[in-house]
């Protein structure tokens, strides 16, 4: 079946350093999700992406969708110890059905 | 406050024993699903419900069965419970089956099976 790749597995940075993850997918999507879970917590959603080369920020977190709609990025700005939890993407080719990635693992240290 | 309700929230089985996970959703939601996640491989689908009265399998079916008992609840039962479904499971509501839609996460059930 369709998936969506993402990297890196694991990320350590130190407060303050900036953090990107990244996720592909083979085949063109129809949108993507993003997805936050805080360590021993629950994914809990972040934004959407639908239009290629949309470009979506919140606050420091800035969410890109690439033009051929085949990846997309979350790129944080000056991490924080707030931002230590696991990025999930979540691609859906059809509109109907959707895969999460593996996840990237960000670590921060104060 | 409003969300998805997960019980129980911590459950040890031995192995061949049988359990139901339940899940509740105040949100008025349609859709509902139940995932397992196992380290280093994201949020897998077991079975999900588009809307009342219909359920569906997903990616990883094999040794579980779903009831949506009405808008609200969408329960899910292991039969014959086997090590390899030590995992943590959580249940998921959207507005609908489109993917356009956001999901939202109930705090899940570690389930461990020895």
């Known amino acids: 079946g369709q998936q969506v790749m993402q990297i890196p597995q694991y990320q350590h940075v130190q407060e303050g350093e900036d953090f990107t993850t990244y996720c592909n997918s083979s085949?063109?999507?129809?949108?993507i999700q993003w997805y936050k879970q805080r360590p021993g917590g629950h994914p809990v959603f972040l934004i959407q992406?639908?239009?290629?080369?949309e470009v979506k920020k919140q606050k420091r977190l800035t969410f890109q969708f690439g033009e051929a709609k085949k990846n997309s990025s979350l790129h944080i700005t000056a991490t924080q110890t707030t931002d230590v939890g696991t990025y999930f993407c979540?691609?859906?080719?059809?509109?109907?059905?959707?895969?999460f990635g593996a996840g990237t693992r960000l670590t921060v240290k104060p | 406050n409003a969300g998805v309700t997960q019980t129980p929230k911590f459950q040890v089985l031995k192995t061949g024993q049988s359990m139901t996970l339940q899940c509740a959703q105040d949100?008025?939601?349609?859709?509902m699903y139940w995932y397992r996640q196992d380290p280093g491989m994201g949020l897998r689908l077991i079975y999900y419900?588009?809307?009342?009265?219909?359920?569906d399998k997903g990616e990883v079916p094999n040794g579980y069965n779903v009831s949506r008992l009405n808008k609200r609840e969408f329960s899910l039962r292991l039969e014959s419970a086997a090590p390899s479904q030590t995992s943590v499971y959580f249940c998921?509501?959207?507005?609908?089956?489109?993917?356009?839609?956001?999901?939202?996460f109930g705090s899940g059930t570690r389930l461990t099976v020895v």
């Open positions: 992406l639908v239009k290629s080369g």
């Open positions: 979540a691609g859906s080719w059809n509109n109907n059905d959707m895969r």
């Open positions: 998921a509501s959207s507005k609908a089956r489109d993917t356009h839609y956001g999901y939202t």
């Open positions: 419900s588009a809307s009342e009265g219909t359920t």
């Open positions: 949100m008025n939601h349609n859709s």
């Open positions: 085949t063109t999507l129809s949108n």
